[in-house]
């Protein structure tokens, strides 16, 4: 049984100025992505950070509504330690509480990195090259994952 799961989203900027959730990618352990979904805004979008996020105008055709998107991860990180960076931002974003995390931002997991951007730390810590532009959240999310097998078990 599954025990982890590394979480990545990906942003975009509503008509009042606030971030939403577009993309959520989870992997397992096994590197495995078990969950990589577009999420319909639920809001009007004022800027869809493109070239960051690499969300285009047009991706909600495909984008699934928000609620079934948050079922299935709740379901999923039910019980489970969600790993990330930042994560308490991007469950925050989701609406999900969950208590079980380990957050790859917060410096006390990992004394010998300080606080980097996940970009120089996964390069560091495994000679990795990601968070080209635009980011990919599965990318993203299997690195904080071989990360956490590094430092956090």
Request: glycine share 6%; net charge negative; with cysteine.
């Amino acid at each position: 049984m599954v025990r982890f799961y590394a979480i990545d989203c990906e942003m975009i900027e509503n008509d009042l100025g606030k971030s939403m959730v577009a993309r959520v990618s989870l992997v397992d352990e096994a590197l495995e992505t078990v969950l990589d979904e577009y999420i319909k805004p639920t809001r009007n979008v004022a800027d869809y950070r493109t070239s960051i996020s690499g969300i285009k105008r047009g991706y909600e055709t495909e984008a699934k509504p928000k609620d079934g998107v948050l079922r299935r991860v709740i379901n999923m990180v039910n019980g489970q330690f969600v790993v990330g960076f930042n994560v308490k931002e991007d469950l925050e974003a989701l609406g999900i509480l969950h208590s079980k995390i380990w957050d790859m931002a917060d410096s006390k997991h990992l004394d010998c990195c300080q606080k980097y951007a996940l970009k120089i730390l996964a390069y560091k810590e495994l000679g990795l090259s990601i968070e080209d532009v635009p980011h990919d959240t599965v990318k993203d999310a299997k690195a904080v994952m071989d990360i956490y097998k590094k430092y956090g078990e």
